[in-house]
């Protein structure tokens, strides 16, 4: 099983988009759920976790920006990102999250691409 990522696209500065996750496996709807990036040439690293509780964090360069949410009966959890910066452009991926690392293997990614 892997999660696909999808919702990326072109934006400018200021932009907004939002990125989504689906949940292949109704085994999955409680599990926590994290969103990483990999901007290009550089390791991939987190940027936002929900809890099966609903509970949220966000990693410092996103928070107030971006929000983490999840829809329980649809399987999805969605990553609303705000006032994109060129920083933010990235592959973004979303996985499980064990709470020592990602729970399965990666899937595919979305490119963000945020121009100044």
């Known amino acids: 099983v892997q999660l696909q990522a999808s919702g990326g696209g072109l934006v400018q500065a200021g932009g907004s988009l939002r990125l989504s996750c689906e949940l292949p496996?109704?085994?999955?709807?409680?599990?926590?759920i994290a969103w990483y990036k990999q901007p290009p040439g550089k390791r991939r690293e987190h940027v936002a976790v929900?809890?099966?509780?609903?509970?949220?964090n966000y990693a410092d360069a996103v928070k107030g920006r971006f929000t983490v949410s999840r829809e329980h009966a649809r399987r999805m959890v969605y990553l609303q990102m705000n006032s994109l910066k060129p920083e933010d452009t990235a592959v973004y991926y979303c996985?499980?999250?064990?709470?020592?690392?990602?729970?399965?293997?990666w899937g595919q990614g979305t490119l963000v691409t945020v121009s100044s």
């Open positions: 496996d109704s085994t999955l709807a409680e599990h926590t």
């Open positions: 996985n499980v999250d064990t709470g020592v690392g990602p729970g399965l293997p």
């Open positions: 929900i809890a099966g509780t609903g509970r949220t």
